[in-house]
């Protein structure tokens, strides 16, 4: 496209004080011509010839307020110029991996209509980046045993948060089978954990990550007063400044006390069936944050946030032996209520494994990829402003008669699920293709020290925090990809602009 020319702007300089002695002075020259393109020329002309003596000349002056006008529409136009050059030189200095190594570990970034699957999460750091958005990005990973105790989500996060800045570790569960290193949980015994997978709830309305937590029975007709408490903090993941307790489904009013450091907050969780959230926000820190209830009955506690107010989350759901099929009973609305009070922008699913021994041929593989593709359209449905990025099966391998040998069927599971992703226009990361294949499980265990453990499924930590970084440099090498393609779209739509601009100046 176009633009004006560098000569343009040395017009601008004596542009106005030709204009002012020829609107006083000059008694000859009713036209004067400014060239701004080898074709199209910026014209001024007088109605009459401008009159001496201070004797005002209405239609000298009219003409001189459409100068003026004009004047600043050209101004406007350069100054349109210098931010494109500007962004172009920006372009410019943006680099996209496009080495073998990049391409080995790659995302399937799928897109539509030049929308691309993990555009809306990107979009959000780039708002984080640049300082137009002071929001806390949500992302939230779900998976089974192979993530479970916050595995390759803690390594997710370290990275986020000295990238794009973020504190605290996220999602506390009230109450769990497994105590991960990421922060620090005391609580009151009589806490009782529902999930969507094991211990199912009475009705639908988990948390978005498939629990509920209470301290008394929702089937109980005791009406006595109850008690119960949970105190959580974490130095992990540097600083936090905000806590914030997850909860619904109260049937009788519950008294609240939060305690951080030396304050005290009272207030009580009001009769809803709605989801709730009780916020505090404090001095950035490390604090201990204890909550104690009192209640005839229990309300549904969904859980707890660590976390600073600004920059990149990662929260962990993990339940052992889940397929993802809990999911489906999460209620749709519940679940959207939740994901966007918490901003949630981007959704890892992490399943497969369990699933993996009954792929056995091309009308189970149909079965597995139709399953992933209902998941993942229900997911679009409860989030349709969130980014959806599937992390394909590992490789993994089981005992026959005296050796371990690699699933027949995990190429066909792994095909399914891309195919699931392609259907439903989300991104897909190919791990057992990122890890070398068939039989790479059998590598990885190998290795010294070892990335997988000696059941042939399942990462050591090291292979948590080596699988954690590949995955990071996929997503940046995408996000990259992502920031070189609007910021050129800007330059395309502001050349635009000074062309249907130009088109309006005098002929």
């Not at 056995?360 to 679009?380: C, D, R, T, W």
Request: proline share 4%; charged share 20%.
């Amino acid at each position: 496209m176009r633009s004006v020319p560098a000569k343009v702007i040395l017009w601008l300089v004596l542009f106005q004080a030709i204009i002012f002695l020829l609107s006083y002075w000059h008694k000859a020259i009713q036209k004067i011509c400014i060239p701004i393109r080898d074709n199209k020329e910026f014209k001024i002309e007088f109605s009459s010839v401008p009159k001496l003596l201070g004797t005002p000349d209405h239609e000298a002056i009219a003409e001189s307020e459409k100068t003026k006008r004009e004047l600043e529409k050209l101004q406007e136009l350069v100054k349109k110029r210098k931010e494109a050059d500007s962004l172009h030189q920006q372009i410019q200095k943006i680099e996209v991996d496009t080495s073998e190594e990049a391409e080995q570990i790659k995302i399937y970034n799928y897109s539509k209509d030049s929308i691309f699957a993990l555009d809306n999460f990107f979009q959000s750091l780039y708002d984080i980046e640049t300082g137009q958005s002071k929001k806390l990005v949500r992302i939230v990973h779900y998976g089974d045993s192979q993530i479970e105790g916050d595995r390759i989500s803690l390594y997710l996060r370290k990275k986020f948060h000295a990238q794009f800045g973020g504190g605290g570790p996220g999602f506390i569960p009230i109450k769990d089978i497994y105590t991960p290193p990421s922060y620090n949980r005391q609580a009151s015994e009589n806490w009782i954990r529902y999930t969507m997978f094991h211990d199912t709830y009475i009705n639908n309305r988990y948390g978005y990550g498939g629990l509920v937590f209470r301290f008394s029975s929702p089937k109980t007709n005791d009406s006595s007063v109850k008690k119960a408490y949970i105190a959580v903090s974490s130095n992990k993941f540097g600083k936090y400044n905000r806590a914030t307790l997850l909860w619904g489904n109260v049937e009788a009013p519950c008294d609240l006390k939060v305690t951080i450091g030396d304050s005290v907050y009272k207030t009580q969780l009001p009769v809803q069936q709605e989801f709730g959230m009780v916020a505090h926000s404090f001095a950035s820190g490390t604090p201990t944050i204890r909550y104690d209830f009192k209640a005839t009955k229990s309300p549904d506690i969904y859980g707890i946030c660590l976390d600073d107010t600004v920059g990149v989350q990662v929260d962990n759901f993990a339940l052992r032996g889940h397929g993802g099929q809990g999911i489906f009973k999460i209620n749709p609305a519940h679940l959207s209520m939740q994901y966007k009070a918490l901003n949630t922008k981007l959704i890892i699913l992490q399943y497969g494994a369990n699933g993996v021994p009954y792929v056995v041929g091309p009308e189970s593989a149909m079965h597995f990829e139709n399953f992933f593709y209902q998941m993942i359209m229900l997911i679009k449905q409860a989030n349709p402003g969130a980014s959806i990025l599937m992390i394909g099966v590992s490789d993994m391998a089981h005992k026959v008669e005296d050796r371990y040998q690699t699933y027949e069927g995990i190429k066909l599971a792994v095909e399914a699920q891309h195919r699931a992703c392609q259907r439903a226009g989300v991104a897909f990361w190919n791990l057992f293709e990122v890890m070398g294949g068939k039989g790479s499980i059998f590598q990885w265990a190998n290795q010294n020290p070892p990335l997988a453990m000696s059941d042939f499924i399942h990462f050591t930590e090291k292979g948590c925090a080596l699988v954690a970084d590949l995955l990071y440099q996929a997503l940046m090498n995408e996000y990259v990809a992502f920031k070189k393609r609007i910021i050129a779209q800007k330059v395309e739509k502001i050349q635009k602009n000074i062309y249907q601009e130009i088109q309006t100046l005098p002929q």
